[in-house]
């Protein structure tokens, strides 16, 4: 532990931005099945955070933001953490139901946890392929609240082994209607070790 | 002209009036004003886990209840103002998400920090006159040490003045 843990090296930067751009690609492309439209992704950043700018990253501490976090254990432990601007959730709802619904209703909160879910799932079939993991994801669980509450949770855990968090964090631009979306993976030192273990990578220093 | 103070996350810093100080964003931390009525100084500590003890990590003192609010007081105690004058209020120590079943202690790490900040003010004799904590929403807070007033708001909810 220390100081080492905050530098992040060029070959495991590359390696855990190659594998959320394969894990968000196949996300994006499940998403973009159900909602029948085209999809643009924007190329994952690798990065370790401050806990303050991490809330920068989705619009400032007290944006409104919803979030959908699912608790991936097995192998590695990790959080998926799904997030969405007020206006893309109305957008996203929209699309997938029809213009009338409201995003925050019964309805449209099912329909966002709904392809949250599908999102993570094929985050981490992706996750699992790729490193030969077994790796399990729960019942992810939806909040509307301030992106600073929302990120509070992954930056809790990452506290507990360290003062800064490693984020992957791919962005979405689905059809004509401008949805950005975020997949965060964050997960603790230790688990990114056994995953760039796997992918024959010494480790995030090495 | 009077500013409003910022703290981050693990964060501190200190207030007089008629300056304010705020934090943006408390989900399940908790942030901890204490002030004194009559000098108007204040200060906010916004911290992250229970126990600094149970954690090897734990060089920044400003993460953890225990330490963060010894902190805060030291810095306080500084400028002049005596432990026994402080008074306390606290927000935050929300469950942002919920889950059926969990190995983790991710849905109860609200409940504790919000055991461990009361325990620690006890110890060191300080009154908690407000509180808002608990339940599963985030809040921002803002304290004026001249009213010694906390206004807590949050999303889709009115806001509240403890």
Same mark, same amino acid.
């Given at each position: 532990m220390g100081d080492g843990k905050e530098k992040i090296s060029d070959n495991a930067r590359n390696a855990l931005s190659e594998l959320g751009n394969i894990g968000a690609g196949n996300a994006a492309t499940s998403l973009s099945?159900?909602?029948?439209?085209?999809? #643009?992704?924007?190329?994952?950043? #690798?990065?370790? %955070?401050?806990? !303050?700018?991490?809330? !920068? =990253?989705?619009?400032?501490?007290?944006?409104?933001?919803?979030?959908?976090?699912?608790?991936?254990?097995?192998?590695?432990?990790?959080?998926?953490?799904?997030?969405?601007?007020?206006?893309?959730?109305?957008?996203?709802?929209?699309?997938?139901?029809?213009?009338?619904?409201?995003? $925050?209703?019964?309805?449209?909160?099912?329909?966002?946890?709904?392809?949250? !879910? /599908? &999102?993570? +799932? $094929? %985050?981490?079939?992706?996750?699992?392929?790729?490193? +030969?993991?077994? /790796?399990? %994801?729960?019942?992810?669980?939806?909040?509307?609240?301030?992106?600073?509450?929302?990120? $509070?949770?992954?930056? /809790?855990?990452?506290?507990?082994? $360290?003062?800064?968090? &490693?984020?992957?964090?791919?962005?979405? /631009? #689905?059809?004509?209607?401008? =949805?950005?979306?975020?997949?965060?993976? #964050?997960?603790?030192?230790?688990? %990114?070790?056994?995953?760039?273990?796997? &992918?024959?990578?010494?480790?995030?220093?090495? | 002209m009077a500013k409003s103070i910022v703290v981050g996350i693990a964060d501190m810093n200190v207030c007089k009036a008629p300056d304010t100080i705020t934090t943006i964003g408390l989900g399940s931390c908790i942030g901890i004003v204490l002030y004194d009525r009559i000098s108007k100084i204040s200060g906010l500590v916004h911290i992250m886990l229970p126990d600094s003890t149970k954690i090897k990590q734990n060089q920044n003192k400003l993460k953890f209840a225990d330490t963060g609010i010894e902190e805060l007081v030291k810095k306080l105690n500084s400028m002049g103002v005596g432990t026994a004058f402080l008074c306390a209020k606290i927000a935050g120590g929300a469950k942002m998400f919920s889950f059926a079943s969990s190995t983790s202690d991710l849905g109860s790490i609200g409940d504790k920090n919000i055991v461990a900040v009361k325990r620690k003010l006890m110890s060191l004799g300080i009154r908690i006159e407000a509180e808002d904590v608990g339940l599963n929403y985030g809040r921002t807070i803002v304290f004026d040490p001249e009213t010694c007033q906390l206004t807590v708001t949050n999303v889709g909810r009115d806001k509240k003045i403890i």
């Open positions: 099945v159900l909602l029948s439209t085209k999809l #643009v992704m924007s190329p994952p950043h #690798v990065d370790i %955070y401050d806990f !303050n700018a991490l809330e !920068n =990253i989705v619009g400032g501490p007290d944006a409104t933001v919803v979030g959908v976090l699912s608790l991936v254990s097995g192998d590695m432990d990790a959080m998926l953490l799904f997030i969405l601007g007020v206006e893309d959730a109305k957008n996203l709802v929209g699309q997938l139901m029809d213009e009338n619904t409201d995003w $925050s209703s019964e309805m449209g909160m099912s329909a966002i946890s709904e392809i949250a !879910n /599908i &999102l993570i +799932g $094929s %985050y981490v079939a992706s996750l699992e392929t790729l490193s +030969g993991l077994k /790796i399990r %994801y729960g019942q992810p669980s939806l909040c509307v609240d301030m992106a600073g509450s929302i990120l $509070s949770v992954p930056c /809790i855990e990452f506290a507990k082994i $360290s003062d800064k968090a &490693l984020l992957i964090n791919s962005q979405f /631009i #689905v059809g004509d209607k401008e =949805i950005n979306g975020f997949i965060m993976m #964050v997960s603790e030192m230790h688990s %990114y070790d056994v995953l760039l273990n796997k &992918l024959g990578i010494g480790g995030i220093n090495g | -």
